[in-house]
């Protein structure tokens, strides 16, 4: 994550984003970091926030990802991918936009958002990335309140030139805290994966449903084809983790454990030195996940077995229909 700042002030934010933190990252510690990523022998690097754009230095650190031979992608929120960022982004090296929109109703997503503009300056932006050949996928928060809606998500994303669609299940951690009896019970959870994994097959977009390991549990039970991209639902710790704007990093953005600080060490030491990652990576879980038959491709939640287990993130991931036997 590269800065605290948003020009949002979303309601389910897990970093409660706003304003920026006290020593966040210098321009010079972050391609350090970048760097040490690269060496750690990561393909991809994301840039997300808060809201990424915000950043003063932001494109120059794309650039340097590019050079170092990753895949510099971003997480927004759209509002700023003027014609202008775009370009700059792309001449960057950029590879792709992570867009996030929420409902398809202006005045739902803009509510979400927090802003009254938010939705027409998104779907903007969009358009701004598809015309200026920038290639973007679409990111949406499923709540109780829009899951009747995301099936036309998929079939607006097809419409507007979007690559992907990435279904993000509520987590309440951050600001999400105060909003967590919006997220969907087990079953609705689990009928909306089985409807979203059916509809994949059909559609000219990929789907991702995120934080929802079991998806390829259900496309597997529906004998559904995921894309060779997908080799397993949670990725936490094993192929992926998150570093916050001041150094921390962490398994995933919706887990609190930290792995360590890479202004105390380097960060290809961190990840594979950490005792919380080398925890992970032993995949012992607890409770249904640890006797699932499905353990290998999908590996529950961390982050919800954590927030559910007292902070216990090798427990099982009660937030599954399949493991609560339903």
């Not at 958002?113 to 903007?124: C, E, H, I, S």
């Not at 995120?210 to 639902?233: E, H, I, N, W, Y």
């Not at 599954?320 to 036997?325: E, K, P, R, W």
Request: net charge neutral.
């Amino acid at each position: 994550m590269t800065t605290n700042r948003c020009n949002l002030h979303c309601k389910h934010c897990y970093q409660n984003a706003g304003f920026e933190k006290n020593e966040e990252l210098t321009t010079q510690e972050a391609k350090t970091l970048i760097d040490s990523i690269a060496r750690a022998g990561f393909k991809i690097m994301i840039f997300s926030g808060g809201e990424a754009l915000m950043r003063p230095d932001i494109t120059g650190l794309i650039a340097h990802a590019s050079a170092r031979g990753l895949r510099p992608v971003v997480g927004t929120n759209g509002t700023l991918l003027t014609p202008e960022m775009v370009k700059e982004l792309k001449e960057a090296g950029a590879m792709a936009m992570g867009i996030s929109l929420d409902s398809l109703d202006p005045a739902k997503h803009n509510a979400f958002r927090g802003d009254p503009d938010a939705f027409d300056l998104t779907v903007q932006g969009m358009k701004n990335c598809r015309e200026l050949g920038l290639p973007f996928q679409i990111h949406t928060t499923v709540m109780d309140w829009n899951r009747d809606e995301i099936c036309d998500m998929i079939d607006f994303a097809a419409g507007i030139g979007a690559a992907a669609v990435y279904l993000f299940f509520l987590i309440p951690v951050g600001r999400g805290e105060f909003i967590k009896e919006s997220a969907l019970e087990v079953q609705a959870y689990e009928e909306l994966l089985q409807t979203v994994m059916k509809k994949s097959a059909g559609v000219p977009v990929l789907i991702k449903p995120t934080c929802a390991p079991q998806f390829m549990r259900v496309a597997k039970q529906l004998d559904v084809p995921v894309s060779r991209r997908f080799t397993r639902g949670c990725l936490a710790g094993l192929s992926y983790c998150i570093v916050s704007p001041v150094g921390i990093v962490r398994p995933c953005a919706y887990m609190t454990e930290e792995a360590g600080s890479i202004r105390e060490m380097p960060f290809e030491r961190i990840w594979k030195e950490s005792p919380l990652f080398e925890k992970l990576r032993t995949r012992q879980y607890g409770g249904a996940c640890g006797g699932c038959s499905y353990r290998d491709i999908c590996g529950g939640c961390r982050a919800r077995a954590a927030y559910y287990h007292n902070g216990d993130y090798m427990a099982e991931d009660t937030y599954c229909a399949y493991g609560l036997g339903l």
